[in-house]
């Protein structure tokens, strides 16, 4: 396949049989009908807002740009650049690695290699959050593992009173978490730590709010995974044990020493785990147990009160 042919489709992709099928001008609308249709070829979820989102990031103009000028031709060295980024793709890369950026809680945050991209259904756990210090003058709030920052970004953006400490066991990852932090405006209200679960925390020092989104998939559930999570999330954000609850165990387990009374834990689990989380949160001594379900149905994130 030679990618430098400039009759070889939008991005050089196709082959010679297909170039017939192909438009003569290569127009915005031209090139993200394509580009959809490649990328469902090779298995995108979501082939199409792959497609407008980097086409968006090449030409360095919003979604609505693009419907505005569905009949402009891109320059050849625009065509060539967004070849580089869908052949990415097409190898399963996620958008948010190639573009560098994940929107989350209407925030913009920054992504890059071994930062957990956050999703959609975290956004149940942000909730559950503000929810527990809406009416605390002054909430005190620990997250464990904050990967790109999302959830305690999100949490001091909509309550400014909250002071947060965010943790996470990679000091590179924090770096990106707390440049977030800063381009979202609540810097000082985030203080971003580098330590495994509770290790670097003082005794005597109370959180009104714990809460994570802690691994949870089982070791042997990872191989089966989409490529886009098994072959480029990292491995320590998603493997939770043999059972997938590991961590969720050791974070219910001491957890209740570092809550204030009242206090609540907040924590994200997968499929299949809502009966043992409860069990588990219930024998370290939580009450008000509550399941929340995503916009799916699903059952998503888990909180107790002590």
């Known amino acids: 396949m030679d990618w430098d042919r400039q009759d070889a489709g939008p991005t050089g992709l196709i082959s010679m049989e297909e170039q017939s099928k192909t438009p003569a001008r290569w127009t915005i609308g031209a090139i993200l009908n394509w ?114 920052g999302a959830v305690s970004v999100a949490v001091a953006r909509d309550n400014p009173r909250t002071e947060a400490i965010a943790t996470d066991i990679e000091q590179a990852v924090l770096d990106t978490a707390r440049l977030n932090a800063e381009e979202a405006g609540v810097g000082p209200s985030v203080q971003f730590v580098a330590m495994d679960l509770f290790d670097a925390i003082r005794g005597g020092v109370g959180f009104d709010v714990i ?14 995974l989409e490529p886009e999570v098994r072959d ?37 689990f997968g499929d299949g785990q809502e009966e043992n989380v409860q069990n588990i949160f219930a024998s370290s001594g939580f009450r008000e147990i509550r399941i929340f379900r995503d916009l799916a149905g699903k059952a998503r994130v888990i909180r107790g009160r002590i």
């Open 35 to 148: 580009t959809a249709s490649y990328l469902a070829d090779k298995g995108a979820s979501a082939p199409r807002l792959d497609a407008e989102i980097l086409l968006s990031h090449c030409l360095k103009v919003d979604r609505l740009h693009l419907y505005l000028n569905l009949d402009r031709p891109l320059r050849p060295d625009e065509r060539s650049q967004f070849r580089d980024l869908v052949r990415r793709r097409a190898a399963r890369e996620p958008v948010a690695l190639i573009t560098g950026k994940k929107e989350f809680w209407s925030i913009s945050f920054r992504i890059k290699p071994g930062v957990l991209i956050p999703r959609p259904e975290t956004e149940i756990l942000v909730e559950v959050v503000l929810q527990e210090i809406k009416d605390n003058p002054a909430p005190r709030v620990l997250e464990i593992g904050a990967g790109s």
């Open 211 to 224: 809460y994570s989104n802690p691994p949870y998939v089982p070791t042997g559930i990872i191989p089966t």
């Open 232 to 268: 480029f999330e990292p491995l320590r954000a998603l493997d939770g044990g043999p059972d997938g609850l590991d961590v969720i165990r050791r974070l219910a387990t001491h957890a209740v020493d570092f809550l204030n009374q009242p206090g609540a834990l907040a924590l994200e």
